[in-house]
Structures are given as structure tokens and as C-alpha cells.
């Protein structure tokens, strides 16, 4: 039970640090923009230190520019075309020891809509059960944890994604005249767990690569959209633009003079619907990914709808470097997925996506009655542990007033 | 079981004296109202017994997400139409309870023994079981004496679409022989009951004047 009372002060304390801290970070801020403004030219120089952070340090994650300007800024022009949006989360239930039988669950919800179309669009829920044991250990006999199944989720969530890209455009009989975007919630960029070997790693970027194949041969611009990014990959190469290639040390790069800053906070300056130039991450898995022709590339989109740097909503937006070569898609797709964060400055898509894919609490409990039920038609008592019944009973314990 | 009428949604929660009903929306099934204020329902038991009851509330709930896109805005018919079509937000009936049948016995105007179980399948009764059920005019007591529902306009409503579902020429008598017990019934309370006949005869005259 949190005893609220005992946090007031605290709470009190923290609400000053964090005004302190905002305004500690609007002076460092002041000088970055400045900064941006005044080395804002990508030439050879530019590159052999970014080229140069890298080697020195291989966990330094830079942006690689795609254009001749730092600050570089778009507004696609001409009015936008209608396209179809297509988005795709997951959600899921965690192996859990203490349940009444080892298994998870992952649940992808979708939402396809014809942004021109009459009609409700089209939205899907799909669970998948995992509960044999090849599923749920791994090769030492351990229960698969938490980052095993997200790195399944994720994977899911893409293929279901490359699956409905193609059957719309397979359903338009390949007519490759109507923008299809292909949402996902989050970082375009492959992710991998921590502990992950070399070959499960190589493994991995090729499964992702295939998908990757499929929306490029279905001409659809797969998109992954990062709200409230905490990346500063602009900002770490910006602290290079004022340095000579000598003192590109890994020291130098370590002790990044913008590091409370987010690239978030650059490009706040954008204006109200206007993206950022396009940038590449510097990291490993993007060079591995550019050697399969699918490198990952990102902007930064204002998707406010209202002027002004206070009321600017700063996201970023991750797509497969190809779409590059294709400014008029890359344009289609930028406004209609603007578009879609017209009512609250998120796209609607993806919050129907994750209300589609959501397994809330209690869908979990009628999910494990359910599966007690079937247990006990197997002459199996469905039993949790003692903890867990313990965590239960206390949990829905009516709270103590002082 | 042969054509048992249109499906109005499913039990979500019930007392001996009404329950709750989740539908799916708000339709227009041939030319009826699904759900209607005032209709007659029945819910099939699993041992064959039906319940009879009145639909006396409808209620949209909202949600917060609802509630934020209709604040910014919302306009696009797409988005609209997947608020309404997709999102699982039930369109919840209030039923009372009025009658009932037992498998092989007479209907009766009694409570039943037991409520309807959850996520019983709720119809709407045809003209045919309207007529029969309305008959006699025994519940017409249960409304009067229901608590916390809108009972004098839940009558008229009730007794409108009985006399709707009987040949034309069988109305008018109907409509007098229903405002007779009514009369017997609320002897004690004559502007009530003026109230009520009021209501009836304003509804009966918009429906000839549509005629």
C-alpha cells in the first residue's frame, strides 16, 4: 500500500527539480539551436568524424545525414492524396511460474482504413497461445522471460503488418497508384535482446529484412512512429560539427556537452506539421541492416496542428531507406499520416491498434478461468501458487483510511 | 429451434424483477426498432422456459477515448463509423420482467422463479407474441407498481405497439378494453391515470394522422 502522506514532501521537492532542471536545460538548449543554425553544413569533414566517433566508440549512436543540411526542414507541398493506412500492435500475457500452467499469450490487433472510403474501416484481433515446452524453455531448461516474448511480439506484430500491406494491394489488383503506410507504434529499427549471440542476432536481421522485402515489393511505405522520442542521435553528431577531426576521441564523444538534451527539444522550432531533414543511426544494427539494402532512416515530424514551439508535439518517424529514393511517397505518406494525428496528435491509427491488441487485467483472469475450467475437464486441478493466491487476496484488500 | 425472431443482444446482468441487456448497437431490422422503448422482449432459457419484459431504458455509455475525439472535433465519416461499428462499447437495455412461461405450462403473469442466466440470447417478439402475451392485461400491475422506471409512458408505449400489432380493425377495442382495467386499476389516482390516457390518446391520433 503506498502511503501517499509520507510522499508529499518529496513530491514537493521533485516538482522544483524538475522546474529547475527545465530551466537549467532551456539555456543549453538556446546554444544548441544556435548552434544547429551555424554548423549546420554536412560536407567531408562532417562525415570523417561521424566516421570517426564510430570507431572510437562503438556504442556511440550519431546521425548519419542523408542531406546537405543539419537543419533542414520539409513541408510536403500539393494537396494531400488519400491514402490507406494500415496499423498493428501487440500485447501480452508473460510466462508466469506461479499461474496455474506454464504458457503466454501474444494478442496483435489491427486497423486497415481507406482514408476516402464510406464504410467503418477494417479491424482485427488475433491471440496466439504458446504452452508447449519447446515454446516456453529455452535450451538450459529456463522459463522464457520477458524479453524472449517481446522479441516474439514484435516479430508478430510485423508480420501481421507485411501480411495485411500485401492483401491491400493484392485487393487494389496491384494498382500501385494509392499510398498504403504501414504503422507500427515505436522504433522502425530492429531491436534485439541484450543477450542475444552473433548468429541469433544475424538470424534475426535476416528474418527482418525478408519483411521488410515484402512491403517494398508491395510498394507500401512501412513506418515506425516514436512519440515523446528520448533519442539525441542529431544532437550527438551536432557536439562534432565544432571539433577537429584530432579530438574526435572517445573521451570527447563520451562527454557530449548537449547530453540532457533530446533532439526532441532541437527540433521543437518545426513548424506544425514540417519534418526535420533525414537522418540515419549510427548503430551496429542499422550498418547491419544497410548491408541487406533495408538501413533504417528517421526524421523528426511536428505533428501539432497548432503554431508555435509551445504547443509543438515532436515526433520520430523511422522508414526503411528506400522510401528515400521516392520524395513524392516519402511526402504522400508523411501527410497522411499528419493527417491521421489531426484529432489528438497521435494517429488514431495506432490507438485503435492498441485497443484492439490490449489484454487488460481482467481479460487475463477470464482467460485463466477458462483455462482451469478445461484443466479440470482433464481431471488436472488448476492450482496457482500460494504467493500468487496470497498477491491476489491482498491486492483486492479494502484500503486502510488513517 | 425453429425462427425464433430477431436478436436484440445478450444477458449481462439480471434480477428476479428485470435485467440488462448488451446489444450491439442500434439497428433498423425490418422496419422495427431494435432496441425500442416500450417492446416487447423474450429470453430463452436453456430448459426452454421464456421470460417476457418491457424495454423501459436504452443507455449509450461513452468512453474517455470517445469523449476526446468528439472534444477535438470529430468529423471524419470514417472515424465515425468505426466508433460506432468497431469499438466494443455496449448499447445497454434495461428490461422489466412481466411474464413468463415454464416448458409445457400456461403463461403466466407472475415473476419468474428464477432471472434469465448471463449472456442469455434476448428477441424481440413478433406481432404474433405480442397479441398473445397482451391478451389479458394482467401486467399492466406489474408496470404501474414498477419502481424507478418511467412507467406511465413505458404503458402507453407498451399498449401503442399492442394495438399496432393487431389487425386495424381490433384496435380500437383493444385500446378501450386496456384503459378499462387501467381505469379499475388506478381508481385511486385519476390525475395519474388522466395522465396516462392523455398520452395514449395524443399517440393514437399522431398515428392515424401518419396514416
Avoid at chain 1, 111 to 118: K, M, T
Avoid at chain 2, 148 to 153: A, E, F, G
Wanted: glycine share 8%.
Amino acid at each position: 500500500m503506498l502511503e501517499l502522506s509520507k510522499l508529499t514532501r518529496q513530491a514537493d521537492t521533485m516538482g522544483a527539480a524538475v522546474a529547475r532542471r527545465r530551466l537549467d536545460q532551456h539555456d543549453l538548449l538556446q546554444r544548441a539551436q544556435a548552434d544547429l543554425g551555424q554548423h549546420a553544413r554536412v560536407d567531408d569533414l562532417l562525415r570523417q568524424r561521424i566516421a570517426r566517433a564510430c570507431a572510437e566508440d562503438a556504442s556511440w549512436r550519431g546521425a548519419d545525414p542523408l542531406g546537405d543540411s543539419l537543419d533542414e526542414r520539409h513541408l510536403p507541398e500539393g494537396p494531400p492524396q488519400p491514402a490507406t493506412l494500415i496499423a498493428a500492435d501487440g500485447s501480452q500475457i508473460y510466462p508466469d511460474r506461479h499461474a496455474v500452467a506454464p504458457y503466454y499469450l501474444l494478442n496483435v490487433g489491427s486497423i486497415l482504413l481507406r482514408q476516402d472510403a464510406a464504410g467503418a474501416p477494417v479491424v482485427r484481433s488475433q491471440p496466439a497461445l504458446f504452452y508447449e515446452e519447446s515454446d516456453l524453455y529455452d535450451e538450459t531448461g529456463r522459463l522464457r522471460d520477458s524479453e524472449y516474448v517481446n522479441g516474439q511480439r514484435h516479430r508478430l506484430e510485423f508480420e501481421t503488418l507485411a501480411q495485411h500491406a500485401e492483401e491491400e494491394r493484392a485487393a487494389l489488383g496491384g494498382d500501385v497508384s494509392r499510398p498504403i503506410v504501414a504503422l507500427v507504434d515505436g522504433p522502425l529499427l530492429l531491436w534485439t535482446a541484450q543477450r542475444a549471440t552473433d548468429r541469433e542476432i544475424s538470424m534475426e536481421v535476416r528474418r527482418f529484412a525478408r519483411q521488410l522485402a515484402r512491403f517494398r515489393g508491395a510498394r507500401v511505405v512501412p513506418m515506425g512512429y516514436v512519440d515523446r522520442p528520448a533519442s539525441a542521435n542529431v544532437l550527438r553528431t551536432l557536439e562534432l560539427a565544432d571539433i577537429s577531426l584530432e579530438d574526435v576521441t572517445r573521451d570527447k564523444v563520451r562527454a557530449g556537452l548537449y547530453r540532457r538534451l533530446t533532439d526532441r527539444l532541437l527540433f521543437s522550432g518545426l513548424e506544425a506539421g514540417q519534418r526535420s531533414g533525414l537522418f540515419a543511426s549510427t548503430s551496429q544494427m542499422n550498418g547491419l541492416l544497410r548491408d541487406t539494402g533495408h538501413r533504417i532512416i528517421f526524421f523528426y515530424l511536428n505533428a501539432s496542428q497548432r503554431a508555435g514551439a509551445d504547443h509543438a508535439a515532436i515526433v520520430r518517424v523511422e522508414v526503411p531507406e528506400w522510401i528515400a529514393s521516392e520524395p513524392a511517397l516519402l511526402d504522400l505518406a508523411h501527410q497522411a499520416v499528419y493527417a491521421d494525428c489531426r484529432l489528438t496528435e497521435y494517429p488514431y491509427m495506432l490507438a485503435r491498434a492498441h485497443e484492439l491488441a490490449v489484454v487488460s487485467t481482467a481479460d487475463r483472469a477470464e482467460f485463466e478461468m477458462l483455462v482451469g475450467q478445461a484443466m479440470l475437464r482433464h481431471g488436472v486441478p488448476p492450482v496457482i501458487s500460494t504467493k500468487a493466491e496470497m498477491k491476489r487476496l491482498t491486492a483486492t484488500r479494502p484500503r486502510r483510511h488513517p | 429451434m425453429g425462427d425464433v425472431g430477431i436478436m436484440v443482444g445478450r444477458v449481462l446482468r439480471a434480477t428476479t424483477a428485470n435485467f440488462s441487456v448488451g446489444c450491439r448497437g442500434l439497428f433498423t431490422i425490418a422496419d422495427r426498432l431494435i432496441p425500442e422503448f416500450g417492446g416487447l422482449v423474450k429470453a430463452l432459457g436453456r430448459d426452454g422456459a421464456v421470460i417476457y419484459g418491457l424495454t423501459y431504458n436504452v443507455t449509450i455509455d461513452d468512453d474517455a477515448f470517445v469523449r476526446q475525439l468528439v472534444a477535438a472535433g470529430l468529423e471524419d465519416a470514417t472515424y465515425i463509423e468505426d466508433q460506432r461499428q468497431n469499438r466494443q462499447v455496449p448499447v445497454v437495455a434495461d428490461i422489466l420482467t412481466v411474464g413468463g412461461q415454464d416448458a409445457g405450462q400456461e403463461l403466466s403473469y407472475r415473476l419468474p422463479a428464477q432471472p434469465p442466466g448471463p449472456l442469455d440470447e434476448i428477441y424481440a417478439c413478433n406481432a404474433a407474441e405480442i397479441v398473445r402475451f397482451t391478451l389479458r392485461n394482467d401486467w399492466l400491475r406489474t408496470v404501474l407498481a414498477a419502481k424507478d422506471t418511467p412507467s406511465d409512458q413505458l404503458i402507453t408505449a407498451s399498449l401503442s405497439a399492442a394495438a399496432a400489432a393487431r389487425p386495424l380493425g381490433q384496435r380500437e377495442a383493444y385500446l378501450v378494453a386496456a384503459g378499462r382495467e387501467l381505469a379499475r386499476q388506478m381508481a385511486l389516482d385519476l390525475g395519474r391515470l388522466d395522465g396516462i390516457l392523455g398520452q395514449l390518446y395524443d399517440d393514437i391520433e399522431e398515428k392515424t394522422r401518419e396514416r
